[in-house]
């Protein structure tokens, strides 16, 4: 399959969604996103309580969702395994379902729902990350981004079972970092493997108007 490569404009598409929840407390402050946090405690979610700052997040997601998307798909190419495979796929769209209702389902409509998406979907992407990272020889910024990742997510979730003015100080802090981390874990990964380092041939990195070529010439040899 045709491998995305990590240019430019999709490094400036990454970027700006991981520092698009670092950016919300200002957004607040210009009526973009809400400024009246949910029962007082500053999140991600209580930030989005506005149609503007919920849309933008899902605008800013398309890139890191079609990057993960792209790279789970070839990920799934080098696994073996039919179990690994199915996996793969299952904790994929486990994830992408629980994002959506992530953005769907506001933290003050329905706060239990809210939770529970949130939930499912950080789940899903450490279990989807995990498999990618075990088939894909994964580099030590990408392992790094990972481990980083689920220490925050037990950060984040030992504050929302703590509580108190001091938690909710640094909740969203925590959420917002690990938030960022998932979204710049596959550019990374992607990135570690350039299409002259994939043991893959021409015909399978290259458009289908180039692979005409490419077997052409090689036919000719």
């Known amino acids: 399959m045709v491998r995305v490569e990590m240019t430019p404009p999709l490094w400036i598409a990454t970027v700006l969604a991981a520092a698009y929840p670092w950016c919300l407390p200002w957004l607040a402050s210009v009526g973009f996103a809400s400024p009246v946090p949910?029962?007082?405690?500053?999140?991600?979610?209580?930030?989005?309580?506005?149609?503007?700052a919920t849309g933008a997040m899902a605008v800013v997601s398309m890139v890191p969702l079609m990057l993960t998307v792209q790279h789970s798909a070839w990920s799934r190419q080098r696994v073996k395994s039919a179990a690994a495979q199915l996996v793969l796929l299952v904790s994929q769209l486990v994830f992408a379902a629980g994002y959506a209702g992530f953005?769907?389902?506001?933290?003050s409509v329905n706060e239990r729902r809210h939770f529970a998406a949130v939930a499912t979907f950080v789940s899903a992407f450490c279990v989807h990350a995990?498999?990618?990272?075990?088939?894909?020889?994964?580099?030590?910024?990408?392992?790094?981004?990972?481990?980083?990742?689920?220490?925050?997510?037990?950060?984040?979730?030992?504050?929302?079972?703590?509580?108190?003015?001091?938690?909710a100080c640094w909740f969203w802090?925590?959420?917002?970092?690990?938030?960022?981390?998932?979204?710049?874990?596959?550019?990374?990964?992607?990135?570690?493997?350039?299409?002259?380092?994939?043991?893959?041939?021409?015909?399978?990195l290259r458009p289908l108007g180039r692979r005409v070529g490419v077997v052409h010439l090689t036919q000719q040899h």
């Open 38 to 52: 949910h029962r007082g405690a500053a999140s991600v979610s209580s930030y989005m309580e506005t149609p503007s």
């Open 103 to 107: 953005l769907v389902m506001p933290v």
């Open 130 to 167: 995990a498999m990618t990272l075990a088939f894909t020889a994964p580099s030590r910024a990408g392992l790094a981004i990972f481990i980083s990742g689920l220490v925050v997510s037990a950060v984040v979730l030992a504050l929302f079972e703590t509580g108190g003015p001091t938690a």
């Open 173 to 204: 802090r925590f959420e917002s970092l690990g938030f960022s981390t998932m979204v710049l874990l596959t550019p990374v990964e992607i990135a570690s493997h350039p299409p002259s380092s994939r043991k893959t041939s021409d015909a399978a």
